[in-house]
């Protein structure tokens, strides 16, 4: 069974960036398409962008494009997204997401979530 | 404004059936692309609850089910507990977004 852990709550100042990352357990990172799905508080679910394993490239929703850069390292299974140019409206839970393993689309179901970082951005 | 569009809430008495919609667009649920479902329960992360439509995942009990019709889709569950309080969220694929989007979200009561 997959498990996503990600890492901890963080504090940043307006204009700051910061950078999530994600662990994978039970699979490898290369078996996987991972993406990004943020919620800020008492609002619903915003997709941020997801890894396109045919392509090999990370497709980005508009809203967030060049300001949001998601990386991993297979060497570690472990997944990156950060978001730069922070303003008080980034302030959410931050999930990795990914799809199910042997999928052929890189967009659909994500089957198993991380437990979600808290990114408070306040001066 | 969220593309796919939710009742913010809806409620039900303990064993009843409530339905929760999904309207999308001729770019996303319109278009042919799949509709999936997913239940937040209180400071907890979302869980895939349905996919492609009408599929369950395995653990999910069969009171949950999908169907899609034209631009919409419905999640309905039937013999409604206390324990399914909780978000119900729709996703699907938006062609001219190119990218998944979510609907905004409904919280389902239980009475």
């Known amino acids: 069974q997959v498990q996503l852990v990600q890492s901890g709550a963080e504090v940043k100042k307006p204009g700051a960036s910061v950078k999530v990352s994600c662990k994978v357990s039970?699979?490898?990172?290369?078996?996987?398409?991972m993406h990004w799905v943020r919620q800020a508080p008492g609002k619903g679910l915003e997709w941020m962008g997801g890894f396109d394993p045919e392509d090999g490239e990370t497709i980005y929703a508009q809203k967030f494009q060049g300001r949001v850069t998601m990386t991993e390292d297979t060497s570690t299974d472990t997944a990156y997204m950060e978001l730069s140019s922070l303003r008080s409206e980034d302030t959410a839970v931050y999930y990795c997401?990914?799809?199910?393993?042997?999928?052929?689309?890189?967009?659909?179901?994500?089957?198993?979530w991380g437990q979600g970082t808290l990114v408070t951005v306040s001066s | 404004q969220s593309v796919l569009t939710q009742p913010p809430s809806v409620s039900g008495a303990p064993g009843q059936r409530v339905t929760i919609s999904c309207t999308g667009s001729s770019s996303n649920i319109g278009a042919g692309y799949d509709v999936h479902w997913y239940q937040q329960l209180p400071g907890t992360a979302p869980k895939l609850l349905i996919y492609g439509n009408s599929n369950r995942p395995s653990g999910v009990p069969d009171r949950f089910s999908g169907s899609k019709s034209g631009t919409s889709a419905s999640l309905a569950i039937s013999g409604l507990q206390a324990e399914d309080e909780a978000d119900y969220y729709c996703q699907s694929y938006d062609s001219s977004l190119s990218g998944s989007v979510f609907g905004g979200g409904t919280k389902l009561t239980v009475l």
């Open positions: 997401a990914h799809r199910p393993r042997g999928s052929l689309l890189w967009f659909g179901e994500l089957s198993n």
């Open positions: 039970g699979y490898t990172l290369t078996e996987l398409s």
